[in-house]
Nanobody, 123 residues
């Protein structure tokens, strides 16, 4: 089991940037696909981005392509989400997730989840 703790959320103006971090504990971090999801008030949780265990493969929701970048630092057991050109519709609680399977993680059924960090984008 991998334990996950997110940080880096906050309030930012539209057009601004934030970088979220997800610190993972557990010796199997390097073999897990990692991802980010978000949930806005009154909406279902949705997939944002994912990165394979090797870092060779990345996946993005269409709504964030070209604006968000996911990366991982295996030495630090940390995955990042760099968010640029933020829009008010990006406002949500962002969750980090992990699973040995990329497919399972990207469908929202990941084995491990963090507690979430709030991102608010003002217009």
């Amino acid at each position: 089991q991998v334990q996950l703790v997110e940080s880096g959320g906050g309030l930012v103006q539209a057009g601004g940037s934030l970088r979220l971090s997800c610190a993972a504990s557990g010796r199997t971090f390097s073999t897990y696909t990692m991802g980010w999801f978000r949930q806005a008030p009154g909406k279902e949780r949705e997939f944002v981005a994912a990165i394979s265990w090797s870092g060779d493969n990345t996946y993005y929701a269409d709504s964030v392509k070209g604006r968000f970048t996911i990366s991982r630092d295996t030495a630090k057991n940390t995955v990042y989400l760099q968010m640029n050109s933020l829009k008010p519709e990006d406002t949500a609680v962002y969750y980090c997730a992990a699973d040995p399977s990329s497919l399972i993680l990207r469908t929202g059924r990941g084995r491990s989840w963090g507690q979430g960090t709030q991102v608010t984008v003002s217009s």
